[in-house]
């Protein structure tokens, strides 16, 4: 069964740093999707891509992330300079349509300390 | 916009006992609704999802949920839960092509 790949599952960060997470959506997706969740929370939407070019960014604080998805595959989450309450389980997620659903990966828990 | 929210933030139950997580939404156009599961450090698995026709659906690991337009809930049941169906429970809603919202979730607590 395809998979959406996360990297890495865990990462701890000290404030201030920079810090990156990696997403490639099962293939032949074009809407992808990152999620932020905070513990206890539901997931959040941060941003979501057709292809290349971001549909929906509002909920993006821009002053420290940025996302991006060059080729329309693959896509990075950066937070720069990342803050205690950036804390959170970040989830990426794919679709042929929403009609059928997402498939959601794995997540990368980031802890900033 | 769209938005959903889920009724019971924890649910304890014993074993073989049914259960229902309740979940209502607020639209003013036709959604798409879903059940998602999440494990401990995972990331959420689709249980089942509601598009249109039938009003009842039948999903994975035994779980059904109803669609009732007139109180705008979808409410997911299970006629009997195992320890393994322990797990964080999430309701969503989607308009088509849009993107899809989380309510904050049930926490399904199964008990020997």
């Known amino acids: 069964e395809a998979e959406v790949a996360q990297s890495p599952r865990y990462k701890i960060t000290e404030k201030s740093q920079a810090v990156a997470f990696w997403c490639d959506p099962i293939?032949?997706?074009?809407?992808l999707y990152w999620y932020r969740q905070i513990l206890g929370q539901g997931p959040e939407l941060l941003v979501q891509?057709?292809?290349?070019?971001?549909?929906?960014d509002s909920q993006l604080p821009k002053d420290r992330f940025s996302a991006e998805r060059l080729k329309g595959v693959d896509s990075t989450l950066k937070i720069q300079p990342a803050e205690l309450g950036d804390s959170a389980m970040y989830l990426c997620a794919s679709s042929l349509d929403t009609f059928y659903g997402y498939t959601f990966g794995s997540g990368t828990r980031l802890t900033v300390v | 916009a769209q938005s959903v929210t889920q009724l019971d933030s924890q649910v304890p139950v014993f074993e073989e006992a049914p259960v229902e997580l309740r979940c209502n939404y607020s639209?003013?156009?036709?959604?798409?609704l879903f059940w998602y599961v999440q494990y401990p450090n995972q990331g959420l698995q689709l249980l089942l999802k509601?598009?249109?026709?039938?009003?009842l659906v039948k999903g994975i690991n035994g779980f059904e949920a109803e669609f009732n337009k007139s109180q705008t809930s979808f409410h997911l049941r299970k006629p009997s839960v195992h320890i393994s169906d322990t797990a964080e429970y999430f309701c969503a809603v989607s308009v088509r092509n849009n993107d899809m919202r989380f309510g904050a979730g049930t926490r399904l607590t199964v008990k020997p």
């Open positions: 891509f057709q292809d290349e070019s971001v549909v929906d």
């Open positions: 509601y598009l249109s026709g039938s009003t």
């Open positions: 639209s003013s156009v036709s959604v798409y």
């Open positions: 293939s032949g997706h074009a809407t």
